[in-house]
């Protein structure tokens, strides 16, 4: 079991859920973040922390969303410290699809 970040998380990356992670397993990309499957402690405490409300508990429906994660989280840099959403976060907030039409697979360090 795992928690995943998914789709409304891009080009929002608000960070709220970086703050409260005990085992800062969360990585950064250009306009998402990814959790760590093999880090993340099923804790849940990050869920009720995203104003997206994009993070879940792993289910089947989810596996893709898993995979997505695991892959990135191995690309990206560790993200720890809550900063400043994305400046489009609010007009971007649930808006469908946003992987398949915006999502950036850049890290910034990069
Ligand atoms: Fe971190 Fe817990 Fe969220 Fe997993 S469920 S990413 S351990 S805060
Ligand atoms: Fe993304 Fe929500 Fe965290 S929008 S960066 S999963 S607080």
Same mark, same amino acid.
């Given at each position: =079991?795992? !928690?995943?970040?998914?789709?409304?998380?891009?080009?929002c990356? !608000?960070?709220?859920?970086?703050?409260?992670? %005990? #085992?800062?397993c969360f990585?950064e990309? @250009?306009? =998402?973040?990814?959790?760590?499957p093999e880090g993340?402690?099923?804790?849940? #405490?990050? #869920? %009720?922390?995203? +104003?997206? @409300?994009?993070?879940? +508990? &792993?289910? %089947?429906?989810?596996?893709?969303?898993? &995979?997505i994660n695991?892959? !990135?989280? *191995?690309?990206? +840099?560790v993200?720890?410290?809550k900063?400043? &959403?994305? +400046?489009?976060? *609010? @007009? =971007?907030d649930g808006?469908?699809? *946003? !992987?398949e039409?915006?999502?950036? %697979?850049r890290n910034?360090?990069?």
């Open positions: =079991m795992t !928690y995943v970040v998914t789709d409304n998380c891009v080009r990356k !608000y960070t709220d859920c970086v703050s409260v992670c %005990p #085992v800062d990585y990309g @250009e306009n =998402m973040l990814v959790i760590d993340c402690i099923d804790c849940g #405490v990050c #869920v %009720p922390e995203c +104003p997206a @409300e994009a993070i879940f +508990p &792993e289910t %089947p429906e989810l596996a893709k969303w898993v &995979e695991r892959k !990135y989280a *191995k690309e990206w +840099p993200i720890t410290k900063k400043d &959403e994305l +400046p489009e976060a *609010k @007009e =971007m808006i469908k699809q *946003k !992987y039409n915006f999502f950036d %697979p910034e360090k990069k």
